[in-house]
């Protein structure tokens, strides 16, 4: 995997001069930052990042290499455009019927309007390079197509941007590789993901229309799983519309499958009271999830339908659990509900969402001797309180046995209380506690936070 870091274009020559630093530093410091978000969200990083300043000489000889091969020309100016012309019918290929070509329009010395510029001359005090048609810097578009074919040559797979970016400049960088490699199709695959819009707002979210929210500022308040579960319950062609609500209900979302995975393996280790489960439908229901879920990944990428399939195996093994803690007693069935959370695990791991973070906070001792020292806590604490529950029971002085163990149950709660807040949750069934931690930023906010 690839990603091209335009580092030089005219927004970030303008952007440099208010600020009154070079281009260079501008560009670099936007990309550190790009990478520390990227990072905070827990997107994996690409094999490799192609700058474009980097990458200057391959850029220069890909221009000419296309001018030599008939679809491009140089100007008195100093420009070097390419000629759309010279592409017939076969431009617009990607987005169907081609919208009129869009050309640059600071330029006259085009033979024709539609013409996109691959070297643009250098102007005063903006950064330029050598070339054999003087100096200058490369244009958008052709940017791209060198990056992609350093790597990729003359068949790209995969390629993927912003659905603003089909057209003209995706469009142009088929034109450009097409005549480069003389090759009849070079990118198989083109995905376009949709913008984030502000809900209630047609436009995008962007730093240009000052409408966004940061992504520093969004993960002070919840977190990247929220986030990608979002992203998930849409179509990557569609524009998705950022609300307070809609990230509620991500967390809602999260907060019951990661809820679900706990009382299985609860119910797995014996801490759940429960009896047989009927282990016939639930391996049919886990097989169809399986189906479904590969059905809806190979139809563009359908993340909503998978999503919906593996909440709903969860939805309805969670059923079964409720019933089988009413009915407790008899056989057990561990190995069916082993098979579901492994799926459901596996799934969200493969869409990068881990439940099992959910389970470890970080520290000294690390992950595993928090687990082992909350598990003892939270079994003294059972021990405390089925022995305040048995007075209920006894016969003779159970009222006041009752009373004098009162406190001991009050202590319990308290403990329950004050473990939540530093997120650990304690459920307690009947005589038996189980317990899991939680990342506040996957909660429901409380009234007034």
């Not at 690409?46 to 474009?52: F, G, S």
């Not at 990458?55 to 030599?68: D, G, L, M, V, Y």
């Not at 990342?439 to 409380?446: A, C, G, N, S, Y």
Request: proline fraction near 5%.
């Amino acid at each position: 995997m690839v990603m091209g870091i335009t580092d030089v274009d005219d927004k970030i020559i303008k952007r440099a001069k208010e600020m009154n630093m070079s281009p260079a530093s501008l560009a670099n410091l936007y990309e550190e930052d790009f990478k520390q978000d990227m990072a905070a969200l827990k997107v994996l990083p690409p094999t490799v990042y192609l700058r474009v300043t980097e990458n200057i000489p391959q850029i220069i000889a890909f221009i000419e290499r296309i001018i030599a091969n008939g679809h491009a020309y140089s100007t008195p100016k100093g420009n070097v455009y390419f000629d759309l012309q010279s592409r017939g019918d076969r431009y617009g290929k990607l987005v169907g019927v081609a919208p009129a070509p869009v050309g640059e329009t600071d330029h006259s010395d085009k033979r024709h309007a539609s013409d996109f510029a691959l070297w643009k001359a250098a102007k005063p005090r903006e950064p330029s390079w050598a070339s054999p048609w003087g100096d200058g810097r490369p244009g958008w578009h052709i940017e791209c197509s060198t990056i992609a074919s350093l790597v990729f040559g003359s068949r790209l797979d995969i390629h993927s941007g912003g659905i603003d970016l089909a057209f003209p400049h995706h469009e142009n960088e088929i034109a450009q590789c097409e005549v480069f490699h003389q090759c009849q199709q070079w990118g198989n695959y083109f995905l376009h993901s949709g913008h984030l819009h502000v809900k209630g707002k047609e436009e995008k979210m962007s730093k240009s229309l000052k409408n966004y929210i940061t992504i520093k500022d969004f993960l002070s308040t919840a977190s990247p799983d929220v986030f990608r579960l979002f992203c998930l319950r849409s179509s990557y062609r569609s524009a998705m519309d950022y609300s307070d609500g809609a990230m509620l209900e991500a967390r809602r979302l999260l907060r019951a499958v990661a809820a679900f995975v706990e009382d299985a393996r609860a119910y797995m280790r014996g801490q759940l009271a429960g009896g047989p489960v009927q282990e016939d439908v639930l391996w049919e229901r886990l097989g169809h999830t399986k189906g479904a879920v590969q059905a809806a990944l190979a139809d563009d990428f359908n993340t909503p339908g998978a999503v919906d399939a593996v909440m709903d195996l969860a939805h309805h093994g969670n059923r079964q659990l409720k019933a089988a803690a009413e009915a407790a007693g008899g056989p057990r069935s561990p190995a069916v509900f082993g098979a579901v959370v492994s799926y459901v695990e596996q799934f969200f791991e493969t869409v990068g969402i881990s439940l099992a973070e959910r389970q470890c906070v970080s520290g000294a001792g690390g992950p595993a001797a928090l687990h082992s020292v909350v598990e003892e806590l939270v079994r003294f604490r059972q021990k405390v309180r089925q022995f305040a529950l048995a007075a209920r029971e006894a016969p003779g002085e159970a009222q006041r046995q009752l009373l004098e163990r009162q406190p001991l149950l009050e202590a319990c709660d308290a403990l329950r209380r004050d473990l939540a807040a530093h997120g650990v949750s304690i459920k307690d069934r009947g005589g038996v506690s189980t317990w899991e931690l939680l990342d506040p930023r996957t909660e429901d906010p409380k009234p007034g936070s």
